[in-house]
């Protein structure tokens, strides 16, 4: 198995999510400027669980723009409705990939991405941006992950454009 995911089965992976959520709070509320606080959020998430890629895009016009992140080179722009990440985008959702290979029009940015993670952050009501999280392995994530990264995903939108 590889280094990825420490905490990816269980109660453990709840667990460590629970730890996180008090430590993203205060990170956010000591700070009020966007891109440090999604900068942070992104580092937090890979340190804690191991995540292979980490990030968030940005709505700008018609496009998600690559905002911080942790990992390897990322696809810079997605239009809205293309890969996981524009279709959370589209359909307001969180989405979740067990196997990137059987997700139709999945955007490769890395060949070793196996599964994802796509929750979009909201701002009166309306996507303002993704939370984007692969895995090197398939069938990563799950029901979970989902709860936790949308609760960060709200606490985030407090700040998001403040």
Same mark, same amino acid.
């Given at each position: 198995?590889?280094?990825?995911?420490?905490?990816?089965?269980?109660?453990?992976?709840?667990?460590?999510?629970?730890? *996180?959520? +008090? $430590?993203?709070?205060?990170?956010? !509320?000591?700070?009020?400027?966007?891109?440090? =606080? /999604?900068?942070?959020?992104?580092?937090? /998430?890979? !340190?804690?669980?191991?995540?292979?890629?980490? @990030?968030?895009?940005?709505?700008? @016009?018609? $496009? /998600?723009?690559?905002?911080?992140? $942790? @990992?390897?080179? %990322?696809?810079?722009?997605?239009?809205?409705?293309?890969?996981?990440?524009?279709? %959370?985008? !589209?359909?307001?959702?969180?989405?979740?990939? +067990?196997? &990137?290979?059987?997700?139709?029009?999945?955007?490769?940015?890395?060949?070793?991405?196996?599964?994802?993670?796509?929750?979009?952050?909201? $701002?009166?009501?309306?996507?303002?941006?993704? *939370?984007?999280?692969?895995?090197?392995?398939? =069938?990563?994530?799950?029901?979970?992950?989902?709860?936790?990264? !949308?609760?960060?995903?709200?606490? *985030?939108? &407090?700040?998001?454009?403040?």
């Amino acid at each position: 198995m590889s280094e990825s995911l420490i905490y990816t089965k269980g109660a453990g992976k709840a667990a460590v999510y629970e730890e *996180l959520l +008090p $430590q993203i709070k205060g990170l956010l !509320e000591g700070e009020a400027d966007i891109i440090a =606080n /999604l900068a942070n959020v992104t580092a937090v /998430l890979k !340190e804690a669980l191991g995540f292979f890629w980490v @990030g968030f895009y940005l709505v700008r @016009g018609k $496009q /998600l723009v690559l905002g911080p992140f $942790q @990992g390897s080179l %990322a696809c810079t722009r997605i239009d809205k409705g293309k890969g996981v990440c524009g279709k %959370a985008w !589209e359909t307001a959702s969180t989405i979740i990939v +067990p196997d &990137v290979d059987r997700f139709e029009g999945h955007i490769a940015c890395s060949s070793l991405s196996r599964s994802e993670i796509v929750v979009p952050i909201f $701002q009166r009501g309306i996507v303002a941006g993704v *939370l984007d999280i692969d895995s090197d392995l398939t =069938n990563t994530f799950d029901k979970t992950d989902a709860r936790y990264l !949308e609760d960060i995903c709200k606490l *985030l939108s &407090v700040w998001f454009f403040s």
